[in-house]
T-cell receptor, first 115, second 115 residues
Framework: GAGVSQSPRYKVAKRGQDVALRCDPI?????LFWYQQALGQGPEFLTY????????KSGLPSDRFFAERPEGSVSTLKIQRTQQEDSAVYLC?????????????FGPGTRLTVT | AQKVTQAQTEISVVEKEDVTLDCVYE???????LFWYKQPPSGELVFLIR??????QNEISGRYSWNFQKSTSSFNFTITASQVVDSAVYFC????????????FGSGTQLTVLP
């Protein structure tokens, strides 16, 4: 079946611009996660949704970052007034979250470059 | 707080050699989950294995094997008879049962298999 898809794959933004990154999870997956991966580093958790409810946003680095999943499927990560330190790959993952099945399946990521 | 350490930043081997990637974790939870992911040059994280904290049985899948030792808080990954296609960054990750299931990743090990 189809995996997690993300769009756009690449985004170049001028400092101060707003950006929106989209994630389409695997159909039927209850949980959705956003991670930020800086060059040469492991992914770092940003936020987590269970269906449409945002249950954890402790990893969002500032109030310029906002995520939503209004209908419990597609999610959007929005970054306002982008800064150079926001340059990274943003990864989305989804999980079925049935008992004993907590694997997260990742999308290809969106590489954001802020100039 | 949970932490994952992958001390090997880069490993280079010649094809057909065996190679072991080390992973050491820290957690206060008694129930947790350990994962290995592969990130090839294309960038997409590929799920390899999940291991529950209450199951210390080692696992073998083809050329891959995993050694989980709670006594040393380690979850090492061995590739037998390595191939060029194994070249990638490998990440070890931890999820605590009491959390929102977010993954805490190590910094990754870049494996290069030379022909």
């Amino acid at each position: 079946g189809a995996g997690v898809s993300q769009s756009p794959r690449y985004k170049v933004a001028k400092r101060g611009q707003d950006v929106a990154l989209r994630c389409d999870p695997i159909s039927g997956h209850v949980s959705l996660f956003w991670y930020q991966q800086a060059l040469g580093q492991g992914p770092e958790f940003l936020t987590y949704f269970q269906n449409e409810a945002q249950l954890d946003k402790s990893g969002l680095p500032s109030d310029r970052f906002f995520a939503e999943r209004p209908e419990g499927s597609v999610s959007t990560l929005k970054i306002q007034r982008t800064q150079q330190e926001d340059s990274a790959v943003y990864l989305c993952a989804s999980s079925l979250e049935l008992a004993g099945s907590y694997e997260q399946y990742f999308g290809p990521g969106t590489r954001l470059t802020v100039t | 707080a949970q932490k994952v350490t992958q001390a090997q930043t880069e490993i280079s081997v010649v094809e057909k050699e065996d190679v072991t990637l080390d992973c050491v974790y820290e957690t206060r939870d008694t129930t947790y989950y350990l994962f290995w992911y592969k990130q090839p040059p294309s960038g997409e994280l590929v799920f390899l294995i999940r291991r529950n904290s209450f199951d210390e049985q080692n696992e073998i899948s083809g050329r891959y094997s995993w050694n989980f030792q709670k006594s040393t808080s380690s979850f090492n990954f061995t590739i037998t008879a390595s191939q060029v296609v194994d070249s990638a960054v490998y990440f070890c990750a931890l999820s605590e049962a009491g959390s929102a299931r977010q993954l805490t990743f190590g910094s990754g090990t870049q494996l290069t298999v030379l022909p």
